[in-house]
Nanobody, 114 residues
Framework: QVQLVESGGGLVQAGGSLRLSCAPS????????MAWYRQAPGKQRELVAR???????NYADSVKGRFTISRDNAKNTMYLQMNSLKPEDTAVYYC????????WGQGTQVTVSS
């Protein structure tokens, strides 16, 4: 069973930046499209950014131009660079495949204060 470990969250003021990391327990980036998801309190989990095995990326409209998804195959780690953060970005952020094949990890909390 692949384990997904997210890290890098924290408390930041609006306009600030954070970089999240996702480290799977197995090498899966060359097998599946991977994505960052988030879940805000009282809301459904949503996909915010995905990276295909080819390296192509796409983003939810709400984060386009502010977030960048990337991966380092040598380190078996995926990243989400988040710039110009807004209070509405506050959520628990998770990584998983698309579709979400693996058991969800603990996620990492991102809190953006106004």
């Amino acid at each position: 069973q692949v384990q997904l470990v997210e890290s890098g969250g924290g408390l930041v003021q609006a306009g600030g930046s954070l970089r999240l990391s996702c480290a799977p327990s197995e090498t899966i980036f060359n097998i599946y499209t991977m994505a960052w998801y988030r879940q805000a309190p009282g809301k459904q989990r949503e996909l915010v950014a995905r990276i295909f095995t080819s390296g192509l990326t796409n983003y939810a409209d709400s984060v386009k131009g502010r977030f960048t998804i990337s991966r380092d195959n040598a380190k078996n780690t995926m990243y989400l660079q988040m710039n110009s953060l807004k209070p509405e970005d506050t959520a628990v952020y998770y990584c998983n495949a698309v579709p979400s094949l693996y058991q969800w990890g603990q996620g990492t909390q991102v809190t953006v204060s106004s």
